[in-house]
């Protein structure tokens, strides 16, 4: 029998460990003296560190100060309101991931493992818990979201939708001085918690006024293009923190007397305009990369000017600028460590002002350490989240 | 149905150009169109490139505002009144030279999305039209799949059942075969074809000679943004009165 070109499997190298070990690391002398050193180098490097961490490093700092790191000021007798909340989100999650991501749910594992892993840390066995009913909620909300009512869909969205404001509605309170939910001024808002207030609702606001920003700039009408164009530019042209100590300084100047905005909101608007002006110019970069003719064809079938935008143009264009708009996004989280200035604790804030504490002098490295860390987990989280949404996507194909 | 060709002769004129002039700059690329076109009559525009042929039938549907002139299409006439550009694109359907379907729906949305969202049809109405239509331009199973996965006649032919499917009067062609590999030509001609012969009253902008030679009703020879010569094709290509036109198509026919 004889076996024609077309029939032969691709040339593929097969190597043994061994193999590989002596192909690429010790092929020659030098080759060999060069991996022995960087070995060396490795491990000279490392050692110390590794010794630190696993030693010296009073961690303690952190477990003391854990819930001043993760909600600031926050009254710890209303801290329960706050794991309600991430309650809610491990459900929503849960049922917004077995809605929409059926047959591959095992993905889902990863998050699973989140808590599982915060738990084996060295925190008080009732927080361990505590975190531990997050998977619980999770598992919740993914039986919640089986079987194939097409409803679900809907349902997920308007869960998602709500889980903001009604979030906010229960860490800020609604039942004034007394009550089941008394009020807690946003000021008192701090730690991881308030990063990530900042961070999502910077998110969440900035994303729907940039891209009106974008369209605006290219308007037809004159008056709208300028107005978006000088918002534009004069928010670009400036740096954040001066935006936000005009937020301090000067809008008391514009606000009638009596009325005081509280530094908590005055950062979220800063940070949600700052960021929208960015997010502008990232939306129409996307905006230019759709070519004339998908307007001409939209056009041509009879579809409005509105229908072209929402159902042609921006799908195409902001699937187009998805990793330019986490990259800003990330930079957004990391942005938000900026409202220090507004006399704000954030997670940052909180770490300096623990290192004010006599008691924990000398521990700069750990708490620093630690809220890189923190910081670190959250953006590479966006990033890969990002990975994800692509692949689903299809960006990249054509 | 060749027999009964000469039908459209007897119909109102459904598209009425007057003096149609239009500039980029100071480049005039429309020196006066005058045209009248009948229900039912297939009209092959052919001419050297930069000739305002393109030009020309884009301002049919307002991709390109004329500045001069007039243009009534369906008794409808173009001017800057939005209302009536819209229901003029109702009318017309077109079909482009680099295809443009939407990469990011599939053929199935790309076909239903303007007798959804324009046309108000629901949801199973509009899908069951697009399937006959796909079935009609021969690609029924390519449905669910999405445009970068179809070649280029096919890629074309959905850019036809997605014209067809606002269920126009009128349809528009400009240059569908010049972005195709030669083999995948005769594909999108065939279903011209059979669009032509079902009474579809179509303008068409081409090199295809043999596609003008068999159902074409009238030729308009462009050059230099004016109508050279027009006739049937019979004249045109045994009889042509301009020098300009017999070059041309010495050029174009010689291989």
Redesign the interface.
Known sequence: MTISISDLAPPTERYTVLGWLKRNLFDSFGDSLLTVFAIWLTYAMLKPSLAWGFGEARWNVVADNLKLFMVGRYPAEQVWRVWVVLYLLAAVIGFTWSVWVKGKEKAGFVLIGIPLFLALLPFGMTTRLMILALDLFGFLGILLGRGDNPSFKRWSIISMLLYFPVGIVIIGGLTGDGGFLPTVKPDLWGGLMLTILLAVIGIIFSFPLGVSLALGRQSSLPIVSWICVGFIELVRGVPLITILFMMDLMLPLFLPSGIRVEGVIRAFVAITLFSAAYMAENVRGGLQSISIGQYEASHALGLSGFTTMAFIILPQALKAVIPILVSQFIGLLKDTTLVMILSLFDVLGIGKAVLGNPEYIGTSKEVYIFVAALFWVLSYGMSYASQRLETTLGVGER | MMDSKPIYEEQEPIIVCRDVKKWYGDFQALKGINMEVRKGEVIVIFGPSGSGKSTFIRTI???EEHQAGQIIVDGIELTHDVKNI?AI??E???V?Q?F?????LTVMQNIT??PL??RKVDKEEAEETAMELLERVGIPEQAHKFP?QLSGGQQQRV?IA??LA?KPKIM?FDEPTSALDPEMIKEVLDVMIELAKSGMTMLVVTHEMGFARSVADTLYFFDEGQIVETGSPEDIYNNPQEDRTKLFLSQILQH
């Not at chain 2, 443009?100 to 990011?104: K, Q, S, V």
């Open positions: 549907n307002r991709l819209e694109r109702m017309t359907g077109m482009f680099q443009n379907l939407f990469p990011h999305l303007a969202q324009v970068g850019a997605r014209a606002m528009l």
